[in-house]
């Protein structure tokens, strides 16, 4: 008797920035700015990645990309520098040009996702042009992989203001269509041990057939995969007729020209909440509370304590603290805009100054970079001294090897892609899950020959 060999597990990763996903789900082992590296990966291997900047000629991401992972270029194949709009519509042709894969990764632009025409009128979705969710939709149309986790702003759950909740639920649609159900879950970061209070929604979506059913409860707080990953506490208000989670059915005949017409008109709300389900156009939705046992927490002290040196540029200049402080600190002021004339109040909070290193730190930003005054970069206590948070330590709050991003980009570059990645450890941990399952569904279809 032979036995068919469990196949390797495979990823592509789109919009790939620097790696973070694909540090998350295959690790990392190397020299880093000197130093030995070693990051734990989750069972993945990944066969490709497209990473392409259209605002810019040079593409510091992608260079840094292939100069961590391929080095001295020995599977060009494996990496796009393109277009991936480009990239797709080739492939529908030739779809071998896009490796086979069960994952599917990437975080995507949060846009205007609406559909311009309906399916009855057009040869399929025709999304809004230069819309970055539609190469999504139409590779996973072509190559169908088992397993699909995705990654955005928060602010994805409630967009547009004119119809709350309308681009999220374009997305389910188009999945429910192909196919998968889906979880998502809003997740920060520093709920879960990690040294920054970072907002993103994950989404998981994974294709099934049509005669599996589950609970909605027990897939939201135990059984799924963002619930087995990233845990959460036990909702006693859950009822087994899940009557007391908030239940809404999209009723639109998998058609996301129909979602974009009449999803969310008239709330001041979305209805999406923290985290939720859909099966089949059903989905349920609720607000989860993660669980964390405080002694696996990190902190910003636990980052800068491990830093060799600073560069001067990085101290605040006297003349320069209260500007800072100002930036910082909380305002009510009478305005004048500068072209209309018109006089308004502007008003703001204050925010700590300097950050507090006994907390997570705040989200990095693209903006974090640069030594001019802002209200949104991070300043700390330096021994007597204000100063600036250098490359490395930004690398590390998001769990990159020190160093990473050191590959000829200047400082104020490399503080942009930080802003642009994702917290490597969430994707790790998510990732592990994943593989089990897909390991143990692999598994379970060896035929004995």
Known sequence: MTQTAVPNLRAIELFAGVGGFRLGLEGFSGEVGGKQAELPGS???????????????AQHAYECYVSRFDPNNAHPA????????AVVERAKSNPTLIPDHELLV?????????VAKPLSQAAGIEGKKGVLWWQINDLLELKRPPFVLLENVDRLLKSPSTQRGRDFAIILSCLDRL?????WRVVNAADYGFPQRRRRVFLFAQRMSADEQWLPSERLVCDGVLARALPVR????FEADHSSLRTWFIELERDPYEVTQKFGRGLKMSPFMNAGVMQGGEVWTTNLTPDCPPWEKQVLADIVRDTDSVPASFYVRGDQVERWAYLKGPKSELRTDKKTGFEYRYSEGGMSFPDPIDRPARTILTGEGGSSPSRFKHVIHDGNRLRRLVPEELEAINGFPRGWTDTGMRDIRRAFCMGNALVVGVVQRIGCVIHDDALAHAQSVIRVA
């Open 43 to 57: 069972g993945w291997s990944v066969v490709w990645g497209n990473q392409w900047e259209p605002s810019t000629k």
């Open 78 to 85: 494996q990496h796009s520098n393109e277009d991936i709009s």
């Open 106 to 114: 990437g975080g995507f632009p949060c846009q205007d996702y609406s």
């Open 179 to 183: 196919g998968y159900f889906v979880e």
């Open 234 to 237: 036990e909702q006693e208000s």
